[in-house]
Structures are given as C-alpha cells and as structure tokens.
C-alpha cells in the first residue's frame, strides 16, 4: 500500500501540491486525474522519491520512500517523457534495467517487443513518441516491481496499443498482483481501467474513491412525478446532488444505491420512472459540483 | 550480487554512457605524454647528429633534459590536465541539469551514495589509466633512447602526483559547481568564478590599496592568492621546471601538495554535501539552492562596484562624483543582470531589491573606506614599544643576492631584506615616518620613496611606503641613525654574512674607479672582506650624501653570475690601503696627457619643446597637424690638451653608483666619451669611456661648442 498523508510541496513562491492525503490500494489501478499543473506529476515524483515533500509523509508498504532503496525495489516509474541513454536500443536499456531490478524478465521483455512489433536493435530516438511511451511500459511490466508508476503514459498511444497494454496490465494484476497508478488529465483514458480515482486540482485532492463505490452510490433518475405532493414527498428523504426539469419530466443525480432509490420511489406515485446508470463523467461532474467546481472545464475539456 | 560487484557492474554501466570522455582523455594525454617524449627526443637526436654535442655526456645529459621536459614539470600540461577535470566533472554529474535524467536516475533503487560514488571515481579513472598508460608508454620509449635516469623518473613521479592533486582540485571544484547549479552555461560561470574569485578579489584589494593609499607598499608585501591552484601551478611550474635538485623539488613541492590535497578534500566535502542536499526540482535553473543566489549576487555584485571604483577612479582624475556614480550604476546594473540570469526572465531585473540594497551599501562603504582613509591606512604609524625591528629599503642599492648553499640559489632583494636585514632603531624611523606623513606636496624637497616593514612584538608584520625629503636637514641626523650602523650594513650587503661563498672557486674580484678595471687575487676575499667592513664603519647617511664613490669592487661569481658592488669612498683607508698594496687602486682623477681626445654630446632635452614644430599634412584626405622633432643633440670633439685639462676636471664615470647622492649631482644633458692614447702610462683598456659632467661643473667653453640653434 502507498500511503500518502498530508503532503505538500511549494516550487519557489508556488504550491504545487497542498496537503495531499492519498491511499494506494494494492492490486488495483489507481488513476490520478488532474489538469495540467494540478500537482500529478509532482505527486508521482514525490510518491517516487525523486522529490522531497516539504511536508507529510509517503510511504511505500511502510516504507518511507525518499532515499529508501528497499521502497524503491517495489515500484517502476514511468515518467511523462520517459529518458532512454543517448544511442541506446531496446536491448542497450534492457541490459541496464536488468542490472537494477532483479526481477527483470528478459524472455518476456523480448516477446513484448515482438508483440509490439518494436526492433530491439533500433535506436529509440528513432522511435515515434508512441512507441516509445510502449517500451517504457514494456520495461516497467517486466521490471516486476509491486507497484508501477505511469505519468501520462497512456497519452500518445492509439487506441489498439492502448488496449494491448491495459490487457498486459491485467494479466500482470492477476499473474503477479501489480498495482498500477496511472496518472492522466484526460478522464475518459482511465474510464475502463481505474478502480480508484484520486481527482487532484489545483495542488489539491478534491476527491478520492472507488469507482464502483461511486457509481454504486450515485445514480440518476429520469421521472415523471404525478403530483407536486409526490414530488416534495419523494425528494425530501433523498441526498440529491443536482435536479434538472424539462417539462414535466424530472432529471435528478441522487446520492444512493439503486435498490433504495426503486425502494424508496415505490413509495411516490409516478407517472414514469427510470433509474439509469451515470457514466464516469457524470458522477464526476455530480462529486465536483457538489464542492463548487465545473469538472467539465477541469478534466473533460 | 554483492554490493561489491554492484559497484563494479554499475560502473560499467556508467562508463559505456561516458567513452567518449575516455577517448578525448586518451588522446590528449597521448598527445602530451608519449607524442611529446617522441618529438623531444628525436630532436635532439636529431642535433645530436647535427654535431650539436661535443661529448657523449652533454648528450646523454640534453637526453636526460628532454625527457624531463616531456613528463617531467611542463606548462602545457596543466592546460590539458584543466580541460580534462572540467569535461569529466561536468559530463559525469550533467544528469542533474536534465529534469527526464533526473526522473529516471533517482527512482530506480540505486543509492544515491552509490551513484555518486560510481560517477565519481568512472570520473577519476577515465583521467587516471589513460595517463599512467601514456606515462608508461612515455618512460619505455625513454628507456629504449636510453634517456631515462633516476633523477628524471623521480621528477616525473613528483610531476604526477602534482598533475594529480591539481587534476582533483579542478575536478572537485567542478563538481561543486555542477552541484550548485542547474544549467552548463550557468556552472562554466561557477567554476571560473570558484578558479579565479580570489584572485580577482586579491587583484582589487591590492589594485584599491595602491590607487587609494599614499603609503601603499607593494615592495615588501603584496597580497597573493593563496587557493588559486591555477594560480599556484602557473607561477611554481617554471621554477620546478628549471629545478634540478631532488630536495629543491622536495621542499617547493610538498607544501603545494599538503595545500592542493587540504582543498581538494575540502571542496570535495562540500560537492558530495551539496549532492545530497540538492533539490531535484532545481534541473534546468540557474542555481540550485534558492539560498545561494542572494549571497552570489551581494559577492558577485559588490566586486563588480569595487572593481569600477578601481578602474574609474584614476581615469576620472580623482572625481568622487563621477567614481561613485559609475560605481552605482555598475552594481545596479550587476544585481539586475544577475537577477535575470537567475531566473532565465528579464522581468526579474527588479527582483529581490533587499539583496541589490546591500550590494549598493557595501560597495559604498568600501568606498567610503579607501576614500576617506577610514582605518587610517595612511596615517598609521606603530607606537615604538610595539615594534621588534624593521627592514628598510631605500631605493639605492642594486645587488644580487643569493642563498649559500651548492647551488647559489637566486633570491630577490626584498626577500634578502626581509630575512637579514633586522634594524632596531626603532624610534628613528617612527619619527621619519611620521614627519613624512606630515610633509605637504609644496615642501617636498629632493628624497625618495623609502618602503619599510615593521615587525611587531605581536608577530603580525606591517609595510609601508614613505617619502623621505633628503633635503630636510633634521632628517638627515635620523637617516645617520638608522643607515649608519652595522645592523643596516649587515641587511644590505650579503658579503657582511658571507663565510664560506669567499672561499668559491669562481669568485672574481675586481677594483674599477670607474675607467680602469684592475683584478684582484679571489684568495684574497676575506681580506678585502675585512678591510672594507672596517672602512664601513664610518658609514652613514651624511658621507653617502655628501661624497661620491671614488671606486667600487666587484665581487663576480662566475658559476651564477651573481655580483656584489661594494662601494669605496675617498675615507676608506683600509681598503685602500689593500688596494695600493695589489697596485690595483687608481684615483678617480684622469691625467689629461693620457687622453687623446674628449668627444661632448649635448642633448639639449630642456629645448625638446623647442625644436618641436607641428607640420599640416594630409592623413585619409583630412588635413591633421603633426609634430616633427628637430635633432637637437650636438657633439663636439676637444683636443687641445689645455680644453681636456679643463674637462676632465669635472667629469664623473658613468658606470660608479652615485646611490645616495642627489639626482642632480650629474649633469644629464652631456655625454662625454674619452679617448686615451695608445701609449698611457695609465693601464685603460682599448676603446671609449664614458662621463658626465658634475652638475655646475660644464665649462664655457663646451657649453658655446655645443651650443644648439634652431633652423630657420
């Protein structure tokens, strides 16, 4: 587990990260959503021990991780723009991260290549930006490690690799119990892949939870009410996080399991009722309005 | 693995990241060491064949030099030995500039003790094995010239370790600079600044001192950098260079060893300390540690003021307004430059206006120092109880000096006076001092510039420099107290200490009075010793001032070519009496019926402005003036025995040391050449003898003869 508690990080007169408390579940993908200069980065980073919190503390299965080599045995850290040695090929890195991390598989790390149709003998500045945001993936998975670290990784990447990659992150979740933390600004990216959601902005955490956990407790319903009595009835025993009319026809998130809202608008006399699923921008939409923020503007673009 | 063959394995990793920093360091130290030794060699086989070397020992000896020269102490190899410590110390650590290196080398689990270490030492051999190889290759193709000798094997293992220790100053120093900074240009700037900061700095003080202060003594003492390793190298590799003996060596060198491997340990503390204080945020600024860059600016920035004081002062004539003005706008100037270095942002010219503050306020009360004279510069004269002795140097005497020993090592004449020369007439010289303090420009009569250095009971030692106006009658009876005495004699003239150098085979002595030159038995030299330091006795400043030197014996070493000029004065029975007894004592006067004939040349310098006329002529079609210079010199030749009488009645030679007298006790504007006859009793050598007349002493006559008109 990467426990994260109540760090922050100022960069000259600029708080980049601002008391940030994060758990890190094991064997799930965490996704750390954010805007450009929401502290992702920063936060990976810090989680990585390449930066030093100013304040707080990260530890990596107990382990503080700033200077620790045992903590950092147990993640690989893909960065933004990850850096491969000048002239080096595939096998030029593979050589130098098997000599870090004992674990390194190098017959997997050959079929991955193959797989991924990526020359093992060809320079990587050759490579496009995609393939080489591939082999850093490539190396990370056959590192080994508990923990694997990505920053924007998955941008850049078509949607087929992108797709060959979270099934590799499958396989190793199940074969090996890899924890991902895959950090990105762009929601929809992470939608099908993430378990838990940390939604960081502005140097700070404005939200933190499971995904199941969020679309389980929030759910939207489109109903017809056949009263205002019945309206004001149904409403008043219900946490609702946004309302929208259209006529006569009620739009309206609530914060609730499905079964108690069908249990509890059994009890209201409607003309129509419909209980749907919300997808993950919505819920993000519903969480963030709730504190006072347009996600769409933040996340979604 | 062990963490044993970790380190191994990680510095293979480490150097296949850094071969080209391995080839640039073989091929220079190829080019310096083996490339060299062959060049050397062959030339002077080369002369060799030429007929250059009458013997086989002066060959094997030229041999032996030209291997010495190759890997022994040479110039050059401190340019190459720089060049290799910053490249590898910027390429080893230049990870930590690039944010992308910095994410990728300090998240894989590789302790940061461990990655300094790796690049630290791939660092030191990637210098180390290319120049022990290149050495070795060197000293093989010496031994198959049969050109390597003991001595030249133990000056090139000296020369080595020397390269080394000044290889790791330069190294540490430039990881320091690396650590301390985010940005190559940046760190060029850092390590100049680390390299020559204090001799910048030193340069000012003494530079200030001397615009500044009318006592300023740069006779005695001048401030030297003393961490400057470049400085340092650049100013003993000549003398080692030319350094033969092994315990000569021995003795300069270890106290340069002692000091490069002190800071060279010390700069390294602080690189590794910085290492693991570095914020990896700091990738691609300007310096690393905020903290750092008030303290860069106020240093950086009051030198910058300081040195526009220094060099605006004189060249504005002394104006205040001007030097303070100048001063301010090139601190302000500084601070903002620095500030928009710092932050890469030209907006940032008016950041930080604390520090800029500070930098104006020390720049102006350093001016303020030197200006007004705060700490008393010049007026300090010490209380007489605190004084042990002084030295004093008088302008007047131009000797060689030299240490006894076998080698008749060459030592300066203010170093000579520092370590023999301890007067204690202490009361005497405050007295001068303070009374020349006293002196305005306008009373000033004929002296000079005297430099004194004080050593106080407290150990610290203080020099300055004062004017002495021997004019001034009450000073004369100090100067008498001060000079006259065997203290001062002992200071002045090493011949008073000397023992067993008289007995040296080489010693030539000679007596001239300034015609005839006439050699004296060398086994004879305790004895002139003797009669001249009795005659010594009566010296003092009045018989200096007064009397002109009637003769002078020389004392050659002809094994160094060291000279000791005694002077001997009408007074000095002693030695002349010695002379006599040799028949080497000739007066000073000339007999006229030995001169054939006296040639007079007068210059006429007074009339220079005179005969300068200025012309129109025409340069790049402008029309400008210039100034053409009439020959106003005229020479005249006498030869009437009654006119060469009358001339050589007042003449002086040229070549006898008029040290104390007045600067006017000659007459400059003549030259007088005199030519004796073939058959003079008196023994002159063939050719021409040069005088002057004594000031007031020209006769009418020649002053007609050579009398100069202008053309019309």
Redesign the interface.
């Known amino acids: 587990m990467i426990e994260v508690y109540n760090v922050t990080k100022t960069f000259e007169q600029i708080k980049a990260v601002d008391a940030v408390s994060v758990t890190i579940k094991e064997n799930t993908v965490f996704g750390l959503i954010g805007t450009n200069g929401a502290g992702k980065s920063t936060m990976l980073r810090m989680i990585t021990g390449i930066l030093k919190p100013d304040d707080g503390t990260i530890a990596i299965d107990n382990m503080p991780v700033y200077d620790n080599i045992e903590a950092k045995k147990k993640f690989f850290f893909i960065a933004d723009e990850p850096y491969f040695f000048a002239n080096a090929n595939a096998g030029t890195m593979e050589h130098y991260y098997s000599s870090i991390y004992e674990n390194f598989n190098k017959e997997e790390y050959n079929k991955y290549l193959e797989n991924f149709n990526l020359d093992k003998r060809r320079k990587i500045a050759t490579y496009s930006k995609g393939m080489k945001k591939q082999l850093a993936l490539i190396l990370g998975i056959c590192a080994h490690t508990k923990y694997l670290l990505c920053d924007e990784t998955f941008d850049g990447l078509d949607p087929v690799m992108r797709q060959g990659i979270k099934s590799i992150l499958a396989k190793e979740m199940e074969e090996n119990g890899l924890t991902p933390v895959i950090a990105s600004h762009n929601l929809r990216e992470l939608e099908d892949i993430c378990d838990h959601v940390g939604l960081l902005h502005k140097g700070g955490v404005l939200l933190s939870k499971d995904l199941e956990d969020m679309k389980c407790n929030i759910q939207k319903v489109q109903c017809v009410f056949s009263s205002i009595e019945d309206e004001l009835k149904a409403l008043s025993g219900l946490d609702v996080l946004k309302k929208e009319q259209r006529g006569s026809l009620r739009t309206i998130t609530v914060r609730s399991t499905r079964e108690e809202i069908i249990a509890h608008f059994a009890t209201v006399s409607t003309v129509f009722f419909e209980v749907l699923p919300l997808s993950l921008e919505e819920i993000f939409i519903s969480e963030t309005e709730v504190v006072g923020y347009d996600i769409k503007k933040l996340i979604l673009g | 693995m062990t963490s044993k063959n970790l380190f191994w394995?990680?510095c293979k990793?480490n150097n296949?990241?850094r071969i080209w920093v391995w080839i640039v360091s073989i091929l220079l130290q190829l080019v310096s060491y083996p490339a060299v030794m062959t060049v050397y060699l062959s030339r002077i086989q080369f002369w060799n064949k030429e007929g250059m070397y009458a013997t086989k020992d002066i060959y094997k000896t030229a041999l032996y030099e030209a291997t010495a020269d190759a890997i022994g102490f040479q110039p050059k190899t401190y340019m190459f030995v720089i060049i290799l410590a910053l490249l590898i110390g910027m390429q080893g650590f230049s990870y930590l500039y690039?944010r992308?290196?910095?994410?990728?080398y300090?998240?894989?689990?590789?302790?940061?003790e461990s990655r300094y270490a790796t690049i630290y030492w791939n660092g030191i051999a990637s210098y180390l094995i290319p120049c022990i190889a290149s050495i070795f290759i060197a000293i093989l193709i010496a031994l198959t010239q049969g050109a390597m000798g003991g001595t030249v094997l133990a000056e090139c293992g000296y020369a080595f370790v020397l390269n080394l220790l000044f290889f790791l100053v330069i190294y540490h120093t430039t990881i320091l600079a690396v650590m301390l900074t985010g940005n190559k240009v940046i760190t060029g700037f850092l390590i100049f600044g680390f390299l020559f900061l204090e001799y910048f700095a030193v340069q000012l003080y003494n530079g200030l001192k001397y615009t500044f202060f009318d006592t300023a003594d740069n006779y005695f003492t001048n401030l030297e950098p003393q961490l400057s390793p470049i400085y340092d190298y650049s100013m003993k590799v000549y003398e080692l260079k030319w350094e033969t003996d092994l315990t000569k060596i021995g003795d300069i060198i270890f106290p340069m060893y002692i000091k490069w491997f002190v800071l060279m340990a010390v700069l390294g503390v602080i690189a590794y300390l910085c290492y693991w204080k570095r914020?990896?945020?700091s990738a691609g600024k300007a310096i690393a540690f905020?903290k750092a860059k008030p303290v860069l600016k106020v240093v950086i920035a009051t030198m910058v003021g300081a040195a526009i004081c220094y060099l605006v002062y004189e060249s504005a004539y002394y104006n205040v307004w001007i030097t303070v003005l100048a001063m301010l706008a090139g601190t302000i100037l500084c601070c903002g430059a620095l500030e928009v270095i710092f932050e890469f942002d030209i907006r940032a010219m008016i950041k930080h206006l604390v520090s800029s503050g500070v930098s104006i306020g020390i720049v102006l009360i350093i001016f303020c120092i030197y200006h007004f004279d705060i700490l008393g510069y010049d007026t300090y004269v010490p209380d007489v109880e605190d004084v042990e002795s002084f030295a004093l140097y008088t302008g007047t005497y131009y000797q060689d000096y030299f240490r006894e020993g076998d080698g008749y090592d060459y030592i300066t004449e203010n170093e000579y006076y520092k370590q023999n020369m301890f007067l204690t007439s202490v009361e005497e010289i405050c007295e001068l001092v303070k009374k020349s303090q006293n002196i305005e420009g306008e009373e000033m009569g004929e002296g000079r510039q005297f430099y004194v250095l004080y050593r106080l009971k407290s150990g610290r030692e203080v020099s300055r420099r004062f004017y002495v106006d021997f004019d001034d009658a009450s000073n004369e009876e100090l100067l008498n107290e001060i000079v006259g005495n065997e203290e001062y004699i002992n200071g002045v003239y090493q011949i008073a200490k000397a023992e067993k150098v008289l007995e040296n085979k080489t010693l030539e002595i000679s007596y001239s009075n300034g015609t005839v030159e006439k050699a004296l038995p060398s086994v004879d030299a305790e004895k002139i010793k003797e009669a001249w330091l009795k005659d010594m006795e009566q010296f003092d400043f009045s018989l200096a001032r007064h009397n002109r030197p009637c003769g002078k014996i020389e004392l050659l070493f002809t094994d160094c070519y060291n000279i000791w000029n005694l002077p001997v004065y009408d007074s000095f029975t002693n030695t002349i009496d010695y002379l006599k007894e040799n028949n080497a004592y000739y007066p000073l006067e000339l007999n006229p019926e030995d001169i054939a004939s006296v040639t007079v040349t007068n210059y006429h310098y007074s009339l220079y402005e005179e005969a300068t006329l200025y012309e129109e002529s025409t340069i790049n079609s402008k029309v400008v003036a210039t100034s053409v210079t009439a020959a106003t010199d005229v020479t005249e030749t006498f030869t009437e025995p009654e006119e060469i009488a009358e001339i050589v009645a007042h003449i002086y030679p040229t070549n006898l040391d008029l040290n104390w007298n007045s600067v006017d006790e000659l007459e400059q504007d003549y030259e007088i050449t005199i030519a004796f006859k073939a058959g003079a009793d008196y023994p002159y050598g063939a050719g021409y003898y040069y005088y002057q007349f004594i000031n007031g002493e020209v006769p009418g006559f020649v002053e007609e003869a050579t009398a100069w008109t202008p053309e019309e």
């Open positions: 394995v990680r990793e296949k990241r690039d992308k290196k910095v994410d990728m300090h998240s894989v689990p590789i302790p940061m914020p990896a945020e905020g």
